[in-house]
């Protein structure tokens, strides 16, 4: 199982708006609505800020939306906040049952 | 709230076995649809899914890691274990567990422990 493609990293200016791809093959981000975004911090464990392609959990700002289209699915941040700097990875459950992750992406907030 | 709490030796040698264990509260290592999963993360680098144990017992393996891999679960004391043999330094990393909820139509990790870091070296 490969690891789903990022670009290594995005940056924006408060306020902005940016978005991070992830892309896979139809064995995984393409084949199945089972999409997921994490946001990392340094030292701690990720955090799910949307599932199933779209879904945000309780608690998780409305200013984070997910989409996919094809084999490439997508996260956006609107209104970039200093607190938004972090890592984000996507995740997609693939075929042979398996799960898989991307590479990363680095948040900066200018 | 189901809350995962790893724990395990923070040193191993080279050529040695890895365990760690996940300790679960709040919920069931047989709860239904429920995958208890061992994920890691190499220092600087991204994450890594290193395989799962269904609430039916069942395991799946990152085909990478298959060969030295074992997930287990122990119901009587709500735990999940994994063992990875014959590690060498390129195996140190942050060592998180973490449940995986997937049904027909929903799929995604719900809760994570805090991770524990494995360092291998002699």
């Known amino acids: 199982q490969s690891a789903l493609t990022q670009p290594a990293s995005v940056s924006g200016s408060p306020g902005q708006s940016i978005t991070i791809s992830c892309t896979g093959t139809?064995?995984?981000?393409?084949?199945?609505?089972?999409v997921s975004w994490y946001q990392q911090h340094p030292g701690k464990a990720p955090k799910l800020m949307i599932y199933?392609?779209?879904y945000r959990p309780s608690g998780v700002s409305n200013r984070f939306s997910g989409s996919k289209s094809g084999n490439t699915a997508s996260l956006t941040i609107s209104g970039l906040q200093a607190e938004d700097e972090a890592e984000y990875y996507c995740?997609?459950?693939?075929?042979?049952?398996?799960?898989?992750f991307g590479t990363g992406t680095k948040v900066t907030v200018l | 709230q189901v809350q995962l709490q790893e724990s395990g030796p923070g040193l191993v040698k080279p050529s040695e076995t890895l365990s760690l264990t996940c300790t679960v509260s709040?919920?069931?290592?047989?709860?239904?649809?429920?995958?208890w999963t061992w994920v890691r993360q190499p220092p600087g680098k991204g994450l890594e899914c290193i395989g799962y144990?269904?609430?039916?017992?069942?395991?799946n393996y990152n085909p990478s890691l298959k060969s030295r891999v074992s997930i287990s679960a122990d119901t009587s004391k709500n735990q999940f274990s994994l063992r990875l043999s014959s590690v060498t330094a390129a195996d140190t990393a942050v060592f998180f567990c973490?449940?995986?909820?997937?049904?027909?139509?929903?799929?995604?990790?719900?809760?994570w422990g805090q991770g524990t870091l494995v360092t291998v070296s002699s």
């Open positions: 995740s997609s459950y693939a075929s042979s049952s398996s799960y898989v």
């Open positions: 973490a449940s995986l909820y997937c049904t027909r139509t929903s799929c995604y990790v719900r809760y």
């Open positions: 144990i269904s609430y039916t017992g069942s395991t």
């Open positions: 139809r064995s995984d981000v393409g084949g199945y609505n089972f």
């Open positions: 709040g919920g069931s290592v047989s709860g239904d649809s429920y995958y």
């Open positions: 199933d392609v779209s």
